[in-house]
């Protein structure tokens, strides 16, 4: 029990100094002795954030973004985890294995080539780059976890709606998506999260203030400013606001979701 | 169970709908994963400046030469192998008596993984930042913290002095890793079939017994899998480093990743950093063949 308080101060420590923090007046910030609880509490951070950057336009595409690759990701992972789970043809083992290799490799070493790509689609500065990296990137591992989900659930189930003159692509979409909405949820919310979190390829495809994700804004918060931390604690609050929701929501989900998929595989 | 079906000349049903259900992956995954990738091991032999992109062409293994040569490199593998593996080690052990501890049904134990769970839906980079301002070495709280215990006697640069910004990189990615542990561990334990438990009490099995010859062996395809698979991902997660300290100061936190970040987002030379790249994934694969040897790769989760 004691082990057990102390990692819980360790673990919430220090999301609550940075509430806190974003909540403290200008002054009181850099005031000694520190202040643990707050004497003034002031929401001039907040209004900061959004008075020296574009904070709303930042959020709305990191929504867009994410949501957008969420969905995208998600439909093409519900029908190649099925095939995978269902069938085994030629093929079928180097497919995951392939899926599997691309957890392994240092996605950086493509950067440069992707750049190219992007600029010749003309989609640098624009949020398809990212809709369509975040997407593809996110294709192997949500297969992989799908699968596992689709593999819980007997085959006999959909084969009893075929038999009833359901096409196959008819008995997914009736029979066992339904069976798999905590599966979908838990993978959804995965591709949300890190969609929501990612940075280096925002970087790297976007440096339009009206393009901008909010990890990519926080970056430049950081090199154009000597960081002020008022404001950055004020920033960093409001960005994990969205996943912290889905988390809490989605805790069980999320874990059971995870053991299923990757691990056992 | 299909086998006969793909093997027909004609493109039977279910093959046709195997191709349509698979090639929406397959399609973007070679074109936007595997050719940049392998397109970026070629480069790792090219002059590939995006500053200079005038002067492309074939340079052998210059690029390695340069890489290998970087008198930081020493201290970069160094910093590598810390990283990973104190990382690693302390996730896991930490992770692994938490999970122990949850094993165990308490009131408000929902709430109490929730709170211990949720600094992995977090960003490295915001938890970079979040720990940046901790470890400030003017107005830390960590170091007001330590002052007041009295543990320390005068602050300390944390970020700033090379002899304390490893140890502090690697106390955030501790701080975020261990949930993922925690999640795996008790999800794996709580699989565990109650018969095991009863046969265990039945020869008079003492806690301690129980975890050796019930838990453990239990749960060891799943620590198995999570320990590998959480060693490519540490090798591979310049975030926290990046938003804390971007490999300074003086290189003494730049790992192989962060390196490879800087030259290629920052430095625009993709050769140099194809090189790093390559040099990572063959110490990867060394790892990945030794791990299995070690392991042997039947006792591994399937993947």
């Keep these: 029990m004691i082990i057990l308080g102390i990692w819980l101060l360790f673990m919430v420590f220090p999301l609550y100094w940075m509430i806190l923090t974003s909540l403290k007046p200008k002054n009181d910030i850099f005031k000694f002795p520190l202040e643990y609880l707050p004497e003034r509490i002031s929401f001039e951070n907040y209004a900061n954030i959004f008075a020296i950057s574009k904070f709303h336009v930042y959020i709305g595409n990191s929504l867009l973004v994410s949501l957008l690759s969420a969905f995208i990701v998600l439909i093409i992972a519900i029908l190649s985890s099925y095939v995978l789970a269902r069938f085994t043809f030629r093929g079928s083992r180097q497919i995951m294995n392939g899926f599997f290799l691309t957890q392994m490799i240092p996605m950086f070493i493509g950067f440069g080539p992707l750049y190219s790509i992007m600029s010749q689609l003309n989609l640098l500065n624009k949020q398809g780059s990212l809709v369509l990296m975040y997407s593809v990137l996110l294709i192997p591992f949500c297969t992989l976890m799908l699968k596992g989900f689709f593999q819980r659930i007997p085959s006999s189930l959909e084969e009893a709606a075929m038999i009833d003159g359901c096409s196959r692509l008819g008995g997914l979409i009736r029979i066992i998506l339904p069976v798999m909405k905590p599966g979908i949820s838990a993978t959804f919310i995965f591709a949300f999260v890190q969609n929501w979190n990612e940075l280096f390829l925002a970087i790297m495809f976007i440096d339009r203030e009206e393009a901008k994700t909010i990890p990519v804004a926080m970056n430049s918060f950081i090199t154009k400013f000597d960081i002020d931390w008022g404001a950055m604690s004020a920033a960093t609050v409001l960005s994990v606001i969205p996943t912290m929701i889905l988390f809490a929501l989605c805790q069980r989900l999320i874990v059971q979701g995870l053991t299923d998929g990757a691990v056992k595989g | ?303």
């Design chain 2, 1 to 303: 169970m299909n086998n006969a079906d793909v093997r027909k000349p004609r493109l039977s049903r279910t093959a046709a709908f195997i191709l349509f259900c698979l090639l929406p992956a397959l399609i973007p995954v070679v074109v936007l994963t595997y050719f940049p990738i392998f397109k970026g091991i070629i480069m790792a032999f090219q002059n590939y400046s995006l500053f200079n992109l005038n002067d492309i062409r074939f340079i052998g293994f210059d690029n390695f030469k340069t890489v290998l040569q970087d008198p930081n490199l020493p201290t970069i593998m160094q910093n590598t192998v810390l990283w990973v593996f104190i990382s690693l080690i302390l996730q896991f052990a930490i992770g692994f008596v938490l999970s122990l501890l949850l094993y165990q049904k308490f009131p408000g134990r929902g709430v109490y993984q929730g709170l211990i769970y949720y600094s992995w839906a977090m960003s490295g980079f915001l938890i970079g930042i979040i720990w940046r301002w901790m470890f400030n070495g003017q107005i830390g709280v960590i170091n007001d913290l330590l002052l007041k215990m009295g543990l320390i006697s005068e602050r300390i640069g944390f970020l700033s002095d090379p002899k304390w910004a490893m140890f502090s990189v690697i106390v955030a990615n501790i701080w975020y890793g261990v949930a993922f542990f925690a999640i795996m561990l008790t999800a794996a334990m709580q699989s565990i079939p109650e018969e095991l438990f009863e046969a265990a009490d039945m020869d008079g099995a003492n806690g301690l017994q129980k975890m050796l010859h019930v838990i453990i062996p239990y749960i060891l395809p799943t620590i198995i899998t999570t320990t590998a698979l959480r060693v490519i991902w540490i090798f591979n997660f310049p975030d926290i480093i990046y938003a804390m300290t971007n490999g300074g100061p003086a290189n003494s936190t730049h790992i192989l990743s962060t390196f490879m970040l800087d030259k290629i987002v920052f430095g625009g030379d993709y050769g140099l950093a194809g090189a790093i790249g390559v040099i990572s994934i063959v110490l990867l694969l060394l790892y990945t063949l030794f791990y299995l040897f070690a392991t042997k790769a039947s006792k591994a989760g399937d993947f």
